[in-house]
């Protein structure tokens, strides 16, 4: 159990600049202990860095500079193995079954993405108390499912 789980809009400003990079920053410094992600989360922040870089080496005007990605990623592998980001164990199974009862629930009324769910449906499995995220309909999907959202 854990009292919080972020998103990846909560890890992309954390790990990169970002107009809430310093919200970011500031809620993880006054965690009590280590942030806790899964499997998933790390997959998703991973290749949304990867695919940003592929996009911005292709449109200058688009994502961002390899070497950004690649700083962003050293430094999140840098915080996994110093213990300031800790990777959680998770039932999968549990999650999906959870994300498709919030998808049957909440998707027909407020069009939610999977991904979306399943850090939402992640948060809940878990019991965090407060979810991170600075993604607008993904704070209304937590909040519809009695989370606290911050920073």
Not at 48 to 61: I, P, Q, S, V
Request: hydrophobic share 45%; net charge positive.
């Amino acid at each position: 159990m854990s009292s919080v789980y972020p998103d990846t809009s909560f890890l992309f400003s954390l790990y990169l600049p970002r107009p809430s990079s310093a919200a970011a920053a500031r809620t993880f410094a006054g965690l009590d202990g280590a942030l806790p992600v899964t499997t998933l989360l790390l997959y998703e922040i991973e290749n949304a860095a990867r695919f940003a870089a592929w996009m911005n080496a292709r449109d200058k005007h688009q994502g961002i500079p390899i070497q950004m990605a690649q700083t962003a990623l050293a430094r999140l592998d840098a915080d996994l193995e110093n213990g300031a980001v800790e990777i959680v164990p998770c039932d999968f199974l549990a999650v999906i079954d959870l994300a498709r009862k919030l998808s049957n629930a909440r998707t027909w009324s407020g069009g939610h993405r999977s991904f979306d769910l399943l850090h939402v449906a992640t948060s809940r499995h878990l019991k965090a108390k407060r979810f991170l995220s600075f993604d607008a309909a993904q704070r209304r999907l937590a909040e519809a499912e009695g989370l606290k959202v911050g920073p």
